[in-house]
Each structure stands twice: as C-alpha cells, then as structure tokens.
C-alpha cells in the first residue's frame, strides 16, 4: 500500500501500439511522477490494461485540469477509464449474518491501517454480531430476512446503502442471496467470498463434505457478485493443505483461516484499484 497521497489512474481499452507512449507522455509534460506502473495486454480479447500511481504533489495543475485534459485522449483510444483519489477512500458496507470470522477481521484491518476505506455501516439479517461492529463505532443495522420479507428486505438494505453513500459491498459471510437487479445496479462493486474452489462442495457443510472426500488441499475465493450465483469474475484464491490425520474441525479451522485472508486480500486489490475486469474474468495488478 502506497503511503504517500497519489492519484490511481486505470484504462482499459482496445490493444494498439503507442497506448503506454500517449499515456506516459501525458503525465510527464504535466510534472507527473509515477509511482507504480502496470500493463497486460490480453492478445486474444485484443484489450489493454493500465494502472499507473501518480504522485498527488507532482501534478503542477491539479487533478481536475488532468481530467478535463485526459478526455480527448480517452476518447480517441476509447478508453474505459478512472482516475481515483487515495486522499478520499471509498465506502464500504459490510453485510453479514452469524459467522464472524470476515466481518470481525476486516473490521481489525481497517482500524489498524491495512485497508484503506471507510466503513459507514454494517448490515446484518441477524442481531449477534452487534456487539462485534458497535465497538469499533460503526453503526450496525439489523434488517431480518425471511421469505416473506425479502422483496422489503432488500428494498431498505439499497435504502441503507443510497443514504450512507456507499460505492463497494462486501458479503462477509452473508449467507442470502442477493436479488438480481440489485447485483445488475452494482456492477464490479460487490464482494463476495466463498469456501472451496467454485463450484467444489458447494450447499451446505461444505468442509464435511470435503472431508467425506478425503480432499487434500482446501481452499477459498472471492469473487465479483453477478445475478449467476457464485459465478462472478475471480480476484483471488488460495489453499491450504489437509493431511490425512485432520479432523473435520481442522478443516472447518483452516477454512474459516483462508476465507478471511482471500476476502481481505481482495478487498484491499479493489481498494488499491489494482483489479479491472476483463469481461468475465479479472486483471489483478498486485
């Protein structure tokens, strides 16, 4: 994570030669100095990625002349584009229910430094955690979901997201599934993790399952939220290896251990604006 106050810009728009020339020369002749620099072209979808961290004190006319001037080029090369703030974090609603294991991690790594966002709010379809989130001052709002509520649910849960002015949603282990329009209005910006190695054991006890099947290597990951359940473009994974002595709640321990890294890693990339999706697959600028 850059200390420093800089400004991240990301492009992604169609492969050609003289893309990285225009972009550097552009920054340069503005006193802009580059802190990071990333690129990848995709040769079979003929797309180009970008992402490059300006030093905020270097761009002699500001951010809103180097917008107004990166327009033009943008649409020339039919740049898909962004230039983020480090000095205005985004803000993250946490949506969770009973499993605490993510929600209370993230929590800690945002008030130690690690990751940089505001949290405005938790949202949780069950009372337990409350005492877990309100500790670290953030306002926890329990919004029950059944059935026969979920349609008024899930309208006060976009209330509740529209008026703390949130940009990224995370599932900590929410365990509900989100309603489709609401995933189509949150393109990109919506997180989620889940055990196993999609779509590996998925349903209900997964780690049971996977010890049924003498799996030696478990794993999680976290994805973007689609309206196709637990298909969204991947940001990151990883695994653990399972010996032969490990008992189920072994697994359930590593599990929970690797669920909580792999969201928080990802949280962070999104943070850093460091993945930009690749149509259903993602760029991870690490």
């Known amino acids: 994570m850059l200390s420093e106050h ?4 990301t492009i992604d728009c169609p492969d050609r030669v003289g893309i990285v020339a225009e972009v550097s020369r552009f920054i340069a002749e503005r006193g802009g100095w580059i802190l990071e620099a990333n690129h990848h072209a995709d040769r079979d979808r003929g797309r180009f990625f970008m992402r490059n961290a300006i030093l905020a004190s270097s761009l002699k006319d500001g951010a809103d002349r180097f917008v107004a001037d990166f327009g ?5 090369w039919e740049m898909t584009w962004r230039l983020s703030d480090s000095a205005k974090p985004r803000r993250v609603a946490l949506l969770a229910s009973k499993l605490d294991h993510c929600l209370v991690d993230l929590l800690y790594r945002r008030r ?15 009372d337990d955690l409350r005492g877990d989130v309100e500790v670290h001052g953030i306002p926890f709002v329990h919004v029950p979901v059944s059935p026969d509520t979920k349609p008024a649910a899930f309208a006060e849960i976009e209330r509740l997201l529209a008026a703390h002015r949130v940009d ?14 609401l995933c189509r209005r949150h393109p ?7 055990h196993s190695f999609l779509p590996s054991f998925i349903g209900a006890k997964p780690y049971h ?3 049924e099947r003498g799996v030696k290597l478990i794993g999680a990951t976290s994805h973007y939220v ?12 990883d695994v653990v290896r399972v010996e032969h002595d490990d008992t189920v709640d072994d697994l359930v321990r590593y599990g929970k251990d690797v669920e909580k890294s792999v969201l928080a890693r990802a949280l962070r990339y999104h943070l850093e604006d460091r993945v930009l999706l690749n149509g259903h697959r993602t760029v991870v600028f690490r």
């Not at 130690?112 to 069950?126: Q, S, T």
């Open 72 to 76: 033009p080029i943008a649409e020339r």
């Open 112 to 126: 130690a430094g690690e990751l940089r966002c505001e949290i405005p709010c938790v949202i949780a379809n069950h």
């Open 188 to 194: 990109g910006r919506i997180i989620n993790i889940h």
């Open 168 to 181: 990224t949603i995370v599932l900590a282990r929410y365990m509900q599934i989100l309603p489709p329009d």
């Open 226 to 237: 689609t309206e196709d359940l637990d298909e969204g473009p991947i940001i990151e994974q």
């Open 6 to 9: 800089h400004f991240t810009l």
């Open 209 to 211: 399952r996977a010890f």
